[in-house]
């Protein structure tokens, strides 16, 4: 006798730890440009920086579980995605992709602020850079999610590694129960060439 399968969750845990990444630094460097003194505003940036940061690598560490959770599915026996709020709406690639791009350009410009703001020098991981672009191409590929109904209907971006992907459901549940989304940076080697 054969059991019928559930299904699996399109999102396994994580919207509850997602943070406003775009809004949030809009705001505080809203906030940052309000003083006209630039003794002030880098006084604002050097209060502000490490909460860019703690953002920035809690959203990259979301993207990075996506990545790997949907490399788990792809390990799976065909089954329907289970709460897909995506499933059915109408596609627009340009909203679709604006939060990882203002991710892009965020990662791009922060080390100019840290140097004008701070006279500090600060490198972009290059890891980071490509994360982000391979989940740009991860919501690309697959439209938004509008037309996933099972596993099987999901595309990985070129370069995702898959090696030993069917292990990566023990990984996310461990993160989750953390409630720290940042820590998925430090599995980024296991989806990434890094």
Not at 39 to 60: A, G, I, T, V
Not at 172 to 190: A, N, Q
Request: proline share 3%; charged share 30%; aromatic share 14%.
């Amino acid at each position: 006798m054969t059991t019928a399968l559930k299904g699996l969750e399109f999102d396994p845990g994580f919207g509850p730890y997602i943070l406003a990444f775009r809004g949030t630094v809009e705001y505080l460097y809203m906030d940052i440009n309000r003083f006209k003194n630039l003794s002030q505003r880098k006084m604002k940036f050097r209060q502000y920086h490490k909460k860019f940061l703690e953002l920035f690598y809690n959203n990259l560490g979301f993207y990075i579980g996506c990545l790997m959770w949907a490399a788990y599915i792809k390990t799976q026996p065909e089954q329907e995605i289970l709460n897909n709020n995506c499933l059915g709406q109408e596609y627009d690639e340009e909203s679709n992709i604006y939060e990882t791009e203002f991710m892009i350009r965020f990662l791009e410009l922060f080390p100019k602020d840290m140097k004008y703001f701070l006279g500090e020098n600060y490198k972009i991981d290059s890891s980071d850079l490509k994360i982000l672009e391979m989940y740009k191409e991860f919501l690309i590929i697959n439209k938004g999610f509008i037309n996933s109904k099972n596993n099987t209907d999901i595309l990985l971006p070129a370069g995702l590694k898959t090696d030993g992907a069917e292990t990566f459901k023990d990984k996310i549940e461990g993160i989750l129960k953390t409630e720290d989304l940042s820590k998925f940076v430090e599995c980024k080697d296991l989806i990434c060439q890094i």
